[in-house]
T-cell receptor, first 106, second 114 residues
């Protein structure tokens, strides 16, 4: 069992829908990254957080350290949000989740 | 400020050949990391440089992989000889000395071994 589990693995939604991607981990961490990878593209760090909630535009990330769980939300989703979203926890090294492939249909 | 760059963006080689990947970190970033994602699996840590020194190379899969960072600037990752299972995307990241985990990622090099 991987130390970082993401759900769902794949998600297809219609434009405008509210999207939630979950990340659970089993190790003690100092912080957590949410990253985005577009098809054929590199990785972009969206958030690094260690407590509470962060918001950037239509993206919101929350973390509950006690429950070892984080969520990434996208409001008013758009086709350009289609990408793989990856959760990575900081436990000395970065430990990566498998990613969630998100497709937003017009 | 320029971001992390990697070269080449895509490399296709035959099994048994040698390939060298290059990563140029953000200027002034002492920490440099190599990661890779092989097909269908999670991204895995390979190694971590602090300047020119290997701080942690516990993720290097075997002795066919050799990473260097001479001079503490750019880094190279050589695979020799390449095997089919080495195919994947190799990412490089860098961070400031005092912000170990605030890592900036390069676009990756897609390696295909045929």
């Amino acid at each position: 069992k991987n130390e970082v589990e993401q759900s769902p693995q794949n998600l297809t939604a219609q434009e405008g829908e509210f999207i939630t991607i979950n990340c659970s981990y089993s190790v003690g961490i100092s912080a957590l990254h949410w990253l985005q990878q577009h098809p054929g593209g590199g990785i972009v760090s969206l958030f690094m957080l260690s407590s509470g909630k962060k918001k950037h535009g239509r993206l919101i990330a929350t973390i509950n350290i006690q429950e070892k769980h984080s969520s990434l939300h996208i409001t008013a989703s758009h086709p350009r949000d289609s990408a793989v979203y990856i959760c990575a926890v900081i436990h000395y090294q970065l430990i990566w989740g498998a990613g969630t492939k998100l497709i937003i249909k017009p | 400020e320029a971001g992390v760059t990697q070269f080449p963006s895509h490399s296709v080689i035959e099994k048994g050949q040698t390939v060298t990947l290059r990563c140029d970190p953000i200027s002034g970033h002492d920490n440099l990391y190599w990661y890779r994602r092989v097909m269908g699996k999670e991204i895995k840590f390979l190694l971590h440089f602090v300047k020119e020194s290997k701080q942690d190379e516990s993720g290097m899969p075997n002795n066919r992989f050799l990473a260097e960072r001479t001079g503490g600037t750019y880094s190279t990752l050589k695979v020799q000889p390449a095997e089919l299972e080495d195919s994947g995307v190799y990412f490089c990241a860098s961070s400031r000395r005092d912000r170990l985990y605030e890592q900036y990622f390069g676009p990756g090099t897609r390696l295909t071994v045929t």
